[in-house]
């Protein structure tokens, strides 16, 4: 229930303020606060919700028991910070909310610094990253957080603030690293037309190289975890689910991306061109790990996650505001149907929901 009466809030906000009406800088800055503090109460304060969070508090409950416990991974920096929070608080509950407030406040710069409507990008942030990642997958949260804030140094061209956050990003989640030639999508644009072209050629490409994705990554790297992950993924019980090309997912993907080069097919600024290339590329990640439907969601993500800023630019787009705000409407119902789906199923760690500030 709460994540819909948050998500409720937020789609009133957007509604106010999709109505062209200007508002005060300072009411606009303590409504971004409020909704900061909202989404880090409900995230930083949660309480066996998760369907990792056993998982991950095993793991800090070993840092708690022996200070000196290193833990067998490449993923040091979270690791790192599960220990220096373990070092000087035996709470769980502590280290979750030091992770969230570090993760959130990476991705609430680049929301407020990037969109054109902050509350709707935060409703469809709560859809999907703050579901699927922030709440579950919490070491590639963070990592999406240092991706979204190492887009300021791609805007500015600084190349070797760009490698720091993917680096810090990579030693949160080892797949951030896929983000890594990003940085040179700036200043390359298309028209509308070659857009769907690419999208369409990288979907194929991405599809019939994953034919032989596991064997590529035996030969390419010295470190054979990362194909057992890749079979783990694409043959394990847990995770038999396959991409197809016309499965519903994938439409509903193609649809959305379809609605962003038709409605920003004439804007030209830098970095709305940025983030479509970005979008562009996800398609290929998507399908070259279409073996396993959890690995292309998350590795394809990296890319996807514009969609945040993206699709509240498309709806500021259309001038008449009743046609806005039926847009609205029907991008509002989408995104609180993936919330029901996320929501409702039992075994998703969030069907029950216990706060330690709201119990």
Excluded at 6 to 22: A, P, R, T, V, W
Excluded at 160 to 182: C, E, Q
């Amino acid at each position: 229930m709460i994540f819909y009466i948050l998500f409720g809030i937020l789609f009133f906000l957007s509604l106010i303020y999709y109505s062209g009406k200007k508002y005060p800088f300072a009411q606009t800055a303590y409504l971004h606060f409020c909704v900061f503090c909202l989404f880090l109460i409900i995230a930083g304060g949660r309480n066996n919700v998760g369907t990792d969070w056993w998982q991950y508090k095993e793991t800090f409950d070993n840092y708690v028991i022996d200070h000196n416990y290193v833990h067998a991974s490449l993923e040091v920096l979270f690791y790192g910070f599960t220990g220096f929070i373990a070092s000087f608080s035996k709470s769980f509950n502590v280290f979750v909310f030091f992770l969230f407030l570090l993760s959130f406040f990476l991705k609430y710069r680049f929301i407020v610094n990037n969109s054109s409507n902050v509350f709707f990008a935060f409703l469809i942030y709560l859809s999907g990253v703050f579901l699927i990642f922030d709440v579950n997958g919490l070491r590639q949260g963070l990592a999406i957080g240092f991706i979204l804030y190492s887009c300021k140094f791609i805007f500015s061209r600084n190349i070797w603030g760009f490698l720091f956050m993917i680096i810090l990003a990579t030693l949160s989640h080892s797949s951030a690293i896929v983000f890594f030639p990003a940085y040179f999508l700036l200043n390359i644009q298309y028209s509308t037309k070659k857009y769907v072209i690419f999208c369409l050629i990288l979907s194929l490409l991405g599809y019939w190289v994953s034919l032989c994705v596991g064997d590529l990554l035996v030969l390419l790297t010295t470190d054979s975890t990362l194909a057992e992950k890749y079979n783990y993924y694409s043959s394990g019980d847990s995770y038999v689910s396959k991409v197809s090309l016309f499965s519903v997912s994938t439409l509903r993907r193609f649809a959305l991306y379809g609605v962003v080069l038709y409605f920003t097919r004439n804007k030209i600024d830098t970095s709305t061109y940025f983030f479509k290339n970005c979008m562009v590329v996800s398609f290929f990640f998507f399908f070259l790990f279409s073996s396993s439907l959890e690995m292309a969601y998350r590795i394809s993500y990296y890319f996807f996650v514009f969609e945040i800023v993206l699709v509240p630019y498309c709806i500021t787009c259309i001038h008449h505001v009743k046609f806005r705000y039926c847009f609205l409407l029907v991008m509002g119902s989408y995104y609180l149907y993936m919330i029901y789906k996320l929501v409702s199923v039992p075994t998703g760690g969030l069907y029950i929901y216990h706060n330690i500030f709201l119990n």
